[in-house]
């Protein structure tokens, strides 16, 4: 519902303003403009959703080998003992915690699809844990925390994206290590936010090992970008985010050789998913650049633009970055009105313009808080959600100020 409002705001202030124009201020060409706007918005939408099939088609072929070979079930065995200190009301064994962990390892993949189920059933067994049906525990917000700081390994669909637009990426992965240091950080944030709140202790040696590993390791990393110049940086960037990828298709092919995969048949069966998905969202795409369209063209979107640079220029801070704001602003709204934003930032500025990868970086990143909410505690008929909003709105920010902190840092 919340995303039926934003699309009808959209579309009644950049009437309201066009008409504004064209009647008080004698701008004529202001309704052909949105008229002739609207169409091309359609059109491009259309184009945009057939050309993420070849994409979205290899990396959920390789992903299905991935997972026949037991890729999530090794990861969930790593991070059990990690995420099992932050459930202390799941008593050992209990089904909740195989789910979370399947919903978490398929997240780390990039595997949506996946992910959703095993989510939905892992807020079902905690919902019979749960003492008070109406009130979300505490183990039900840990989860909605962690899930919806995105912690991705490989943004699947955001790559895909980079390659299809009309000007696609020199390299679509590019954006691949900048994701992984945002995304950890707003899963750190969202940890450390319900740690507080829920008064667990994360100096435990097992947390402290995972969280200070994990820091010390993303720590290090931005240490020695430090070190580079602008033109080291991208080059490592790039080298270090196709040999990961290459090294993680390499590992799904090894394990399925293993686990005597069929893994022609495997990437096959799961390639099909790629066209099924780009047909799926091209309505959603084509509603939602048709909206940004107008919005555009009837000027509203360069008085927002305007607006934010003057607001962040008062404090003498560089604002080169904001024309990315509209995608990290309707991440946690909207997932399809993020993509939107990211593909109008793209094919406006340059897919590998800063603005590009910038926005690219916050669509890589935080899951929809909103869209996450509404249908992971509708499932359960959980009436009072307590903090989660706030506590996962402000994770979200943090991840914001680390993609805009990222961003300079790798591309600008």
Same mark, same amino acid.
């Given at each position: ?24 201020? /004698? ?14 918005? @359609? ?10 099939? /070849? ?66 059933? @892992? ?61 950890? @950080? ?158 109008? @930032? ?67």
């Amino acid at each position: 519902m919340t995303l039926t409002y934003i699309w009808m705001s959209f579309f009644l202030l950049s009437f309201i303003v066009a008409f504004i124009k064209w009647a008080f201020l /004698g701008d004529h060409q202001i309704l052909p403009a949105l008229v002739e706007g609207i169409f091309k918005a @359609a059109n491009d939408g259309f184009d945009i959703s057939l050309k993420l099939v /070849g994409v979205m088609a290899l990396f959920l072929g390789f992903m299905n080998i991935g997972e026949r070979a037991g890729a999530i079930r090794f990861l969930s065995r790593i991070v059990g003992p990690f995420f099992s200190r932050l459930f202390p009301d799941i008593p050992k064994h209990h089904p909740a915690t195989g789910q979370m962990m399947m919903n978490f390892s398929a997240n780390l993949l990039g595997l949506d699809n996946a992910a959703t189920p095993f989510g939905i059933k @892992a807020m079902e067994s905690l919902q019979e844990l749960n003492q008070n049906k109406d009130v979300a525990s505490n183990a039900q917000l840990m989860f909605m925390a962690l899930h919806a700081s995105g912690l991705t390994l490989i943004p699947v669909s955001t790559i895909a994206m980079r390659a299809s637009v009309k000007m696609p990426a020199a390299n679509p992965t590019d954006i691949f290590v900048p994701c992984m240091i945002v995304t950890f @950080a707003a899963t750190l944030a969202a940890l450390c936010i319900m740690a507080y709140k829920q008064k667990i202790n994360l100096l435990q040696p097992v947390l402290l090992a995972w969280v200070g590993g994990l820091s010390a390791g993303v720590g290090l990393l931005v240490w020695y970008l430090t070190t580079l110049d602008q033109h080291s940086i991208q080059l490592f960037s790039n080298t270090l985010s196709s040999g990961l990828i290459l090294l993680i298709f390499l590992a799904f092919l090894l394990g399925g050789w293993r686990k005597k995969v069929n893994m022609f048949e495997a990437f096959v069966e799961g390639a099909k998913g790629g066209f099924e998905i780009a047909i799926r969202i091209i309505p959603y795409l084509i509603a939602m650049l048709v909206a940004i369209s107008v919005l555009r063209n009837s000027g509203i979107f360069s008085y927002l633009i305007d607006g934010l640079r003057h607001l962040f220029g008062l404090t003498g801070m560089n604002t080169d970055f904001v024309e990315s704001l509209p995608t990290a602003i309707m991440k946690p709204l909207s997932g399809a009105g993020a993509r939107g934003m990211m593909v109008e @930032a793209m094919n406006t500025y340059g897919t590998d313009s800063f603005i590009g990868r910038l926005s690219s970086i916050f669509q890589g990143t935080n899951d929809t808080t909103f869209y996450v909410v509404a249908v992971y505690f509708g499932a359960i008929s959980v009436k009072n959600t307590r903090y989660a909003i706030p506590a996962m709105l402000l994770a979200d920010l943090v991840g914001i100020i680390t993609a805009i902190l990222v961003g300079y840092l790798f591309f600008h």
